[in-house]
């Protein structure tokens, strides 16, 4: 079946430091992936997404590239922010006939980030 | 563009009563999608509707249940509310491109 697996939490950073969080997923053929950012209080916001390998997504200086070879889409951002202190979710879509929009997450990562 | 909206935001009931949530998507899209968030098994895919239609069901108990209007707005029932059933219940919405999901601010439920 499709699943997705992210490293677990919480983790916590110096503001500034550089930041990677895995993810590793398992599905039949090649899913969309994406990243979505959950601050305390909201629903969900798309960060970023890729829909084939080797494609890189980007926003907000956060980057993560879908590796077919490795089946990941691992997040990565230079240097943190406090305002980047929120739930991190990797999520994919499978491929599927009839175009089906359900996503498939992870448990999820909390990042907090100090001053 | 106005984002996806959830009413209401917050609701306290007990168990056994019944409840309905709504959600009003993107202007115009038309794929709906409900899912529950819970501490111990984070991010479930409840269902989704498409042109009014259900498109796909996730695994839940029929007390769930779900509905699309014609103008893409679609509300989620729950009856006969267990103490479980209290969560996050987050709605989505998605354009024909069928790209990307956009999620509104969510429900809070609790079952007292």
């Known amino acids: 079946g499709n699943s997705v697996t992210q490293m677990e939490g919480p983790v916590t950073l110096s503001e500034e430091a550089f930041l990677t969080i895995n993810c590793t997923y398992t599905?039949?053929?090649?899913?969309?992936l994406f990243w979505y950012v959950q601050y305390p209080g909201e629903g969900l916001q798309l960060l970023l997404k890729a829909t084939k390998a080797d494609d890189k997504g980007s926003n907000k200086g956060f980057e993560a590239t879908y590796r077919k070879e490795t089946t990941s889409f691992h997040l990565e951002k230079g240097s943190v922010q406090v305002s980047d202190s929120a739930v991190y979710f990797c999520a994919l879509r499978p491929l599927t006939q009839g175009g089906s929009e359900k996503l498939v997450f992870g448990k999820g990562t909390k990042l907090t980030v100090n001053p | 563009k106005a984002g996806v909206t959830q009413t209401p935001r917050y609701l306290i009931k007990t168990r056994g009563q019944q409840v309905t949530l709504s959600c009003s998507p993107i202007s115009g899209h038309r794929s709906v999608s409900w899912y529950q968030q819970t501490p111990g098994q984070g991010l479930q895919f409840l269902f989704e509707y498409f042109s009014e239609t259900q498109r796909n069901k996730g695994n839940f108990p029929g007390r769930f249940s779900g509905r699309q209007f014609s103008n893409s707005r679609s509300e989620m029932n729950v009856s006969t509310l267990e103490l479980g059933d209290s969560a996050l219940y987050l709605c989505?919405?998605?354009?024909?491109?069928?790209?990307?999901?956009?999620f509104g601010p969510g429900t809070r439920l609790t079952v007292l």
């Open positions: 599905a039949t053929g090649y899913p969309s």
């Open positions: 989505a919405s998605s354009s024909l491109r069928r790209d990307t999901q956009y």
